[in-house]
């Protein structure tokens, strides 16, 4: 008999697909996966069964999800694709969020608990200083977020409804998939190589203020693995948690560690744009890839510089509490250091970045 029958929107995304990963491994889940297109190869996950449906089409979510039956919990992984450099459409997100909740709960759905993935942008951490470490009791942010939108829908529903809410607040999320291009792990990989082969030191492309401020990271699996357990246990249920790794650390202590592994030597703090810098050496990329024989990923695939740009920007400390995560009963934690060498292991293997 299945643990239950999972919703989980946006498979085809970071967390979405992880999620799915994780249902098909403990192989007790019917797990039905919904994207605007199907996943096709490798991004198939066996076990999982696929709906291809436009979450902003209201009339076709109601019809799609009045098709399957019996599904226990919704766990809302999608959001609508934006730029990095842009603030993601509440509207449209809420929206997507709503068509499905409405469909599960019209369509006479068994539901017992709806999860919802947001993040550390709850405490405004993209706007600037926020307090730290941030707990989930804190305010939330004055600079408005689809997370609380979509929160406040939540809370006022299960109050009259059979099923319980919980979210997810994970920062500086990290995957080993190969095909994830939105990974930090393979746009560092990608600029190590560049600088490599023109003969450079690895030099942080961020700024100073960065690469001395606290950060965070969320293993994927172990984000997966959190969240499965506090839509299964009943004192997770109307509670919010920050998932990280467990951890802090500082660029400026990791980078030299990363240059080495990369057999590089560590430079100075080398404050540029990579969206413009690096915007030139797809030529470079091109005879990186043909001389070791690795994916044809064409160079605007191999990396997303703007996301760079975000991350290595902000000059401010990046810390969430994970104590109410322990406290309830979640206690995996995962060495960062060695997550960062295992991603890029990963992704050699997968003939995404140059061997050693």
Same mark, same amino acid.
């Given at each position: 008999?299945?643990?239950?029958?999972?919703?989980?929107?946006?498979?085809?995304?970071?967390?979405?697909?992880?999620?799915?990963?994780?249902?098909?491994?403990?192989?007790?889940?019917?797990?039905?996966?919904?994207?605007?297109?199907?996943?096709?190869?490798?991004?198939?996950?066996?076990?999982?069964?696929?709906?291809?449906?436009?979450?902003?089409?209201?009339?076709?979510?109601?019809?799609?999800?009045?098709?399957?039956?019996?599904?226990?919990?919704?766990?809302?992984?999608?959001?609508?694709?934006?730029?990095?450099?842009?603030?993601?459409?509440?509207?449209?997100?809420?929206?997507?969020?709503?068509?499905?909740?409405?469909?599960?709960?019209?369509?006479?759905?068994?539901?017992?608990?709806?999860?919802?993935?947001?993040?550390?942008?709850?405490?405004?951490?993209?706007?600037?200083?926020?307090?730290?470490?941030?707990?989930?009791?804190?305010?939330?942010?004055?600079?408005?977020?689809?997370?609380?939108?979509?929160?406040?829908?939540?809370?006022?529903?299960?109050?009259?409804?059979? +099923?319980?809410?919980? %979210?997810?607040?994970?920062?500086?999320? =990290?995957? /080993?998939?190969? !095909? #994830?291009?939105?990974?930090? *792990?393979?746009?560092?990989?990608?600029?190590?190589?560049?600088?490599?082969?023109?003969?450079?030191?690895?030099?942080?492309?961020?700024?100073?203020?960065?690469?001395?401020?606290?950060?965070?990271?969320?293993?994927?699996?172990?984000?997966?693995?959190?969240?499965?357990?506090?839509?299964?246990?009943?004192?997770?249920?109307?509670?919010?948690?920050?998932?990280?790794?467990?951890?802090?650390?500082?660029?400026?202590?990791? +980078?030299?560690?990363? %240059?080495?592994?990369?057999?590089?030597? =560590?430079? /100075?703090?080398? !404050? #540029?744009?990579?969206?413009? *810098?690096?915007?030139?050496?797809?030529?470079?990329?091109?005879?990186?890839?043909?001389?070791?024989?690795?994916?044809?990923?064409?160079?605007?695939?191999?990396?997303?510089?703007?996301?760079?740009?975000?991350?290595?920007?902000?000059?401010?400390?990046?810390?969430?509490?994970?104590?109410?995560?322990?406290?309830?009963?979640?206690?995996?934690?995962?060495?960062?250091?060695?997550?960062?060498?295992?991603?890029?292991?990963?992704?050699?293997?997968?003939?995404?970045?140059?061997?050693?």
């Amino acid at each position: 008999m299945a643990a239950g029958t999972a919703l989980i929107s946006g498979v085809t995304g970071v967390v979405g697909a992880r999620i799915a990963r994780h249902l098909a491994g403990l192989g007790d889940w019917r797990a039905i996966g919904v994207s605007r297109r199907a996943p096709m190869g490798e991004n198939r996950i066996a076990g999982i069964e696929y709906l291809a449906l436009d979450l902003q089409d209201r009339a076709a979510c109601a019809k799609a999800i009045g098709e399957v039956s019996g599904i226990t919990h919704f766990f809302n992984a999608a959001r609508f694709e934006h730029v990095t450099t842009q603030p993601e459409p509440i509207d449209i997100n809420t929206g997507m969020f709503v068509n499905l909740l409405d469909a599960l709960e019209q369509g006479g759905h068994p539901l017992q608990h709806v999860h919802l993935v947001q993040g550390t942008k709850y405490y405004g951490s993209t706007a600037g200083r926020f307090p730290t470490p941030a707990r989930e009791s804190d305010p939330r942010s004055l600079y408005d977020t689809f997370y609380f939108a979509q929160e406040d829908i939540a809370i006022a529903r299960s109050k009259t409804a059979q +099923w319980t809410w919980s %979210a997810s607040r994970p920062h500086g999320i =990290c995957d /080993p998939s190969p !095909t #994830i291009v939105r990974s930090m *792990a393979r746009l560092i990989g990608v600029y190590a190589a560049i600088g490599k082969e023109l003969g450079l030191p690895l030099s942080f492309p961020g700024t100073p203020e960065n690469y001395s401020a606290i950060y965070q990271c969320t293993d994927c699996q172990l984000l997966a693995k959190a969240i499965v357990w506090m839509s299964t246990d009943p004192r997770c249920g109307n509670q919010a948690f920050n998932v990280t790794n467990g951890e802090y650390f500082r660029w400026e202590n990791m +980078w030299p560690r990363i %240059a080495a592994y990369f057999g590089m030597p =560590c430079g /100075p703090v080398r !404050t #540029i744009k990579l969206a413009a *810098a690096m915007a030139d050496k797809g030529a470079i990329w091109d005879r990186i890839v043909a001389r070791h024989g690795l994916r044809q990923i064409s160079y605007d695939q191999a990396a997303i510089w703007s996301y760079g740009d975000f991350l290595f920007t902000p000059g401010w400390d990046m810390m969430s509490s994970t104590t109410k995560l322990r406290q309830f009963g979640f206690c995996d934690v995962i060495d960062t250091e060695t997550m960062f060498f295992s991603l890029f292991e990963a992704l050699r293997a997968a003939r995404v970045i140059p061997p050693a």
